[in-house]
């Protein structure tokens, strides 16, 4: 059973394919380039219009003769790695200062949308995580402004603030990155945390209330519409009337930036291409795309049913989103809404308890609305709760607990028990979980366990450096080597590695 199929905020702006019409299907399908993520951020040298036009007046071009055409008629984007050589160089700090002005991107002159490229302009200057990614995207961006901000570069950190209100502002919502590719989804919600990140002064979150009750309102579109155990795109009514969330796309054709791969998948899958395009863009907006957790079948991807599944980690930064603007309406004298908004935020703090805890298995889990009931995977996601302080002080010791016994590995917290072959799985670790897991074990007196996970990951990104002279997006926890899996190779850079091994290694300055 599916739950809801209502477009909400979708984006207004064509597609490339609506654009560029066959020759955007030629190219992607045939995968000429390796990457489809290189003809979607080309800049076109005429209108769209004409180019479309020209292609179309020839017979259908395939292999040189078509890359030939593009080339004629787009600015490809520079090779991958061009700007971030290998540095064999011992300290790895040192190497995380150079990456940070190679990895900032100046703002694209003038406030309208071009119609040449997919950039979506923005007011400041930002920070993109690196390799094949040379735009900026949502929920990294927090884990590297945290990092910034250790690196003296608080004004930077300001800016992308104020570009992230910007595309609140201008969309309705923070767009998974600023291309128009990415309009018709997100990614989890962050930005209340970023707000923290910013220059000290009064009121907190006043200072950016409408854009965060904008955010919110973009995640609870359609709630009104609800009886309970139905759901409509991002909000979902449980069973007993509560409130949550689970992942969505405004948008159920294959994604741009990966059109051949999403084709494949559900020519693979048995049922409907627009239930798989769905899903899998869906899983995208989690920022964990892909991963067994979003999987009827752990080693099928073309059993993707992300929007059949309520996750915790959404929920409780959902809740502390709903705590922030109460705050901030306090700050503002909005008794009414502060009122309001803690009510909100306390209601789905009890569905949480209510709905994601596993009491058996002593860990939070996600729950599965075609079946109504918890799932029983266990994935890194498991320390949001903690990391949020959404946690009881029994129940973060039952986390503790599994993280120390199931998912601790020689170099850190790994994603989840599945190996897949996807890359939010076994044997891969990210920074950002590594991050939550120590910073949320610490709130609740793990210090131990915090330290163990926190050196081991340095201890690995120190390793990789000195093998490889690169930082890298994700690592396997499991040996000392880049992590693997996915759609595409394992990226250099990169934004919230780097942050994240400056944070951990001021915590932990001897490891």
């Known amino acids: 059973m599916r739950f809801g199929t209502a477009h909400f905020h979708r984006a207004a702006l064509p597609t490339l394919a609506e654009k560029y019409g066959r020759l955007f299907m030629d190219v992607q399908l045939s995968d000429v380039f390796g990457d489809g993520k290189v003809f979607v951020d080309a800049v076109a040298l005429q209108s769209p ?4 036009t020209l292609y179309e007046s020839h017979h259908t071009l395939t292999g040189d003769a078509l890359v030939a055409f593009v080339r004629d008629h787009f600015v490809l984007p520079e090779p991958v790695g061009l700007h971030d050589p290998a540095v064999p160089c011992a300290d790895v700090l040192e190497h995380v200062e ?43 961006s927090y884990f590297t402004m945290l990092g910034l901000l250790h690196s003296g570069r608080q004004e930077l950190v300001d800016g992308m603030v104020q570009n992230f209100a910007h595309l609140i502002d201008r969309h309705g919502h923070i767009p998974n990155g600023n291309r128009t590719y990415y309009l018709s989804r997100s990614q989890p919600p962050f930005f209340y945390k970023m707000v923290e990140c910013l220059s000290p002064g009064a009121p907190k979150y006043g200072r950016f209330l409408a854009q965060l009750k904008a955010e919110h309102a973009y995640w609870m579109a359609g709630e009104t519409l609800l009886e309970p155990g139905q759901a409509r795109a991002r909000v979902v009514r449980m069973p007993g009337g509560e409130l949550l969330n689970r992942f969505w796309d405004d948008r159920d054709e294959p994604r741009d930036e990966s059109y051949r791969e999403d084709v494949h998948t559900a020519q693979s899958s048995g049922r409907p291409p627009n239930e798989i395009y769905r899903d899998l863009r869906a899983a995208a907006e989690s920022g964990w795309d892909f991963s067994s957790r979003w999987c009827a079948d752990p080693d099928r991807l073309s059993t993707i049913e992300t929007t059949l599944i309520v996750p915790i980690d959404l929920n409780c930064l959902l809740a502390g989103l709903e705590e922030a603007i109460a705050e901030g309406c306090g700050e503002l004298g909005d008794e009414s809404g502060r009122t309001a908004y803690a009510a909100r935020a306390h209601k789905r703090r009890a569905a949480i308890g209510r709905y994601l805890w596993d009491g058996e298995r002593r860990h939070f889990v996600d729950y599965h609305l075609g079946h109504n009931a918890r799932r029983t995977g266990l994935s890194a996601a498991v320390t949001m709760p903690l990391f949020l302080g959404m946690a009881s002080a029994e129940q973060a010791a039952g986390v503790a607990g599994v993280l120390a016994s199931q998912l601790l590995m020689r170099n850190g917290i790994v994603t989840t028990t599945v190996c897949s072959g996807q890359q939010w799985d076994m044997p891969n670790g990210w920074a ?80």
């Open 432 to 511: 950002p979980l590594q991050w939550m897991a120590v910073q949320g074990l610490r709130r609740y007196g793990h210090h131990d366990l915090a330290r163990d996970i926190g050196t081991r990951w340095i201890g690995c990104v120190k390793r990789v450096h000195r093998e490889t002279g690169r930082l890298l997006e994700k690592y396997d926890v499991t040996e000392d080597k880049p992590g693997g899996g996915g759609e595409y190779p394992t990226q250099c850079g990169f934004g919230w590695t780097n942050a994240v091994l400056v944070m951990l290694m001021r915590l932990y300055p001897h490891a």
């Open 49 to 52: 219009e004409y180019i479309r």
């Open 98 to 140: 150079t990456l940070w002005p190679q990895l900032t991107r100046q703002p694209v002159p003038g406030a309208e949308q071009r119609e040449v490229d997919t950039i979506l302009p923005l007011p400041n200057a930002y920070v993109v995580p690196g390799g094949r990614f040379s735009e900026v995207y949502y929920w990294d």
